[in-house]
């Protein structure tokens, strides 16, 4: 197969996102083992990718074919609240999960677009419906943002979402700025282990994540990534984003105990020699899984978007050994 025209086009989408609003260096933040003044970084020295590493990679991604369209089998119409102590997950797409326990209603890097892209004609597109239908979502108290790539930090959603329901937003150091710029109003940033109280007995924690920020060619790292932990007076639930397997999944075992459910990615692991550190493929899961203490896991896998062709081959196979 030749690989150009298709190289061509992604060529063609990084040029275009490098005349996109370009987010600056994270400023103002207190020196940390994942921020050195200037930008925020893994601990323990994992190193970044080249852009002729890129482009390698590009050349060696195996060309599984997509379906042009697969159908939902049936979408779920969840109910306006979930007013028990119980928890109601309701996968919708890619990163994109509905949360309801305790009245509450928060919601992980939601994505209804057509597209993840800086633009609304070319990039990836979207290869399955949302499970849930976008007039059907009910009102979102909370939407937690793991880092800014775009297939999860979607303006056009978030946009929705602000007009309707004026949630409150959590992200990671360096977002505000960028999300203020965009006219969102009730945003808060947080740091690794830091929280932020919601009502009574409720709090949702920002933790450690193993992976990248980068909208454009500028500003990589400006805005710190991470996963979330949310606590109510009787459940514990993780959203771990994006991420690589690493020795955080022990550390927020250690720190929040037991937890009630584990939301952990599996997809874009492949090739594994550009991937590994910032993604996780099924046997990685598994070992994040068992790290966190075997919590009920909901392993969300990118099959909405082109990004993760075997995996749920991969998970089946791993999970019968």
């Not at 109910?79 to 326990?101: D, E, F, G």
């Not at 399955?128 to 059907?136: C, E, Y």
Request: overall charge positive; charged content about 20%; hydrophobic content about 40%.
């Amino acid at each position: 197969m030749n690989d150009g025209p298709k190289l061509k086009q992604i060529l063609l989408l990084l040029g275009i996102a490098l005349l996109a609003a370009a987010p600056g260096l994270a400023k103002g933040y207190p020196l940390s083992d994942h921020y050195d003044g200037k930008k925020f970084f893994n601990p323990g020295n994992i190193g970044q990718k080249s852009f002729g590493d890129f482009i390698k990679a590009v050349k060696e991604r195996e060309k599984t074919p997509w379906p042009q369209w697969v159908e939902n089998e049936n979408t779920d119409k969840p109910p306006l609240q979930n007013k028990i102590s119980q928890i109601r997950l309701t996968y919708v797409n890619h990163a994109s999960v509905l949360i309801q326990t305790h009245g509450l209603n928060f919601l992980t890097d939601p994505i209804w677009s057509e597209r993840c892209s800086p633009v609304s004609f070319a990039g990836p597109k979207r290869h399955r419906a949302p499970g849930i239908h976008f007039d059907d979502l009910p009102a979102i108290h909370v939407i937690v943002i793991s880092h800014n790539h775009y297939d999860h930090l979607d303006l056009p959603t978030l946009h929705r979402i602000e007009q309707r329901d004026r949630p409150l937003i959590l992200a990671g150091l360096g977002t505000k700025s960028f999300l203020d710029k965009e006219g969102f109003k009730n945003v808060v940033e947080l740091d690794w282990w830091q929280k932020h109280p919601y009502q009574e007995d409720t709090a949702i924690h920002f933790v450690p994540a193993q992976h990248w920020s980068k909208r454009n060619f500028f500003g990589r790292d400006g805005m710190l990534w991470g996963g979330f932990v949310f606590q109510t007076p009787s459940t514990k639930i993780f959203f771990a984003g994006d991420t690589g397997y690493g020795p955080h999944f022990q550390e927020i075992q250690q720190r929040f105990g037991k937890l009630d459910a584990a939301l952990l990615p599996i997809g874009a692991y492949k090739p594994q020699w550009f991937m590994k550190n910032f993604h996780m493929g099924p046997k990685d899961a598994i070992r994040a899984f068992e790290d966190l203490g075997s919590p009920p896991p909901l392993p969300f896998i990118t099959v909405h978007f082109p990004w993760a062709q075997k995996a749920f081959m991969m998970l089946a196979a791993t999970l019968k050994h």
